[in-house]
């Protein structure tokens, strides 16, 4: 199977470089399955009923989220109705949605965990118990035939550890929320492709995203002056490409960028 992962799609810069992209990335990568992180969709902070649709409409099958997937409250009941729209799986009981599901294609069942670090970010329940959890009730190659782990996390070492914990038993383990791309894309020793960072789909001449000035305020100042907003000039998509082979397991990991100002990098088949 052919998947992609999107990263982080910031505001309207996002939104529209996904939407000119994915349907030549679709035919040309040969993708039976999109995933895409959308909890800065809505003007950086948060996913709406209309955004998610779009993103359907568009291509994307799947949308992860992270920390801000409940910035704009109507994803509270509009995440109980559409399980293509994912939470991080390690929030307490009770919380609205879910944070893993099996989704049926053409080519095969995959199923799709969101987990949330806990390094440098808000104290939440253990990400490596709720992903075991997961991957227990429906391992590789018995109840799916590709398993995606999107870790939402600030430290790289979380998220390698995550990488390690899953080996052999995910295709693809992928790290969103740091809106920048890493250059660790690899197959694990036992069969499970990893990288830190998707990176964003945002202008990146910015503050991972957001409009250079008031960050730059905050840092140098110590004072906010104005809210954060999505800066605004063309943005690049940034993702992960995986193929699966044998078992589920990875065949080959690529690193995709394209649009904007990052340095391009698309996949040949
Ligand atoms: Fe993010
Ligand atoms: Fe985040």
Redesign the pocket.
Known sequence: MNILFIGDIIGKPGRDVVAAELRRLRGHLKLDLVIANG?NAAGGFGLTRAISEEFFGIGIDVIST???WADQKEILTYIESEDRVLRPANYPRGTPGRGANLYQTPAGSVLVVNVMGRVFMDALDDPFAAVERELSACPLGEGADAIVVDV?AEATSEKMAMGHFCDGRASLVVGS?QHVPTADAQILPGGTAFQCDAGACADYDSVIGMDKAEPLQRFTRKMSSQRFAPATGPATLCGVFVQTGAKGLAARIEPVRVGGRLSRALPEL
Do not use: A, I, K, S
């Open positions: 909890e992270g920390n801000h939402h929320h």
